[in-house]
Every structure is written in C-alpha cells, then in structure tokens.
Nanobody
Framework: QVQLVESGGGLVQAGGSLRLSCAAS???????????MGWFRQAPGKEREFVAA????????YYPDSVKGRFTISRDNAKNTVYLQMNSLRPEDTAVYYC?????????????????WGQGTQVTVSS
C-alpha cells in the first residue's frame, strides 16, 4: 500500500551535511498525511536504531540524544515526502539510513511502530 524510496545519501567528510529525502507512493484510499514517519539507521554488525520521527501533522518530532541538535526531520505532505537534514556529521553516523511509515499511527521510536520500509540509502562519513 505504501512504497518508500530514499535518496540523498553519499560520502561526506566529518563536520559536513547531507539531506536525505524519502518519497512515498501511497495506494488510493490512504493518505500520506495520516502516516507517522520515521528514520532509522543500521551500521554493519549492529541493530537498526532510531534516528528521528515526525507526527502526521509535523507538529511533533522526536530524536535520540545521539543526533539531537544535529539532525532535523521534516515533512511536506503536499509532496508526500519526508526529509532528514543531517549536520555536523560524525564517522559514527555512517550507516544505511531507512525511511519508515506507520499509517494512522502515532510517531514512535520503535521499529515495530512502522508498517512500511524503504530500501535504504548509504551514508558514509569519513574522518
């Protein structure tokens, strides 16, 4: 019912910035505007971890301490797109970044709160 495609990943030096985008294709009868959206990341050999989440309206955002103040999640419901602005990047931010959608759900930090996932985009931060 929902297809998510991430873009914007790449190689950047420590201290640099990247902006990830996640474009959603939603089946008829459902609306992107009803979906809580999240960003997660997974580094090799590690579990998938929460990076950011935003409520359906965009009025509430959530971050773990590891990225708070450096990353910003936003959404444009008219474009069915969610963004992740990443500033002051560190080598430990290197991972595959995934976009996730939870239709009709409250934004949450847990992977189980999302029903649909994108294929991921690689972010590599060099020291």
């Amino acid at each position: 019912q929902v297809q998510l495609v991430e873009s914007g990943g790449g190689l950047v030096q420590a201290g640099g910035s990247l902006r990830l985008s996640c474009a959603a294709s939603v089946a008829s009868g459902r609306t992107f505007g009803s979906a809580a959206m999240g960003w997660f990341r997974q580094a090799p050999g590690k579990e998938r971890e929460f990076v950011a989440a935003i409520s359906w309206s965009g009025s509430n955002t959530y971050y773990p301490d590891s990225v708070k103040g450096r990353f910003t999640i936003s959404r444009d419901n008219a474009k069915n797109t969610v963004y992740l602005q990443m500033n002051s990047l560190r080598p430990e931010d290197t991972a595959v970044y995934y976009c996730a959608a939870g239709l009709g759900k409250v934004a949450t930090m847990g992977v189980n709160g999302y029903d649909y996932w994108g294929q991921g985009t690689q972010v590599t931060v060099s020291s």
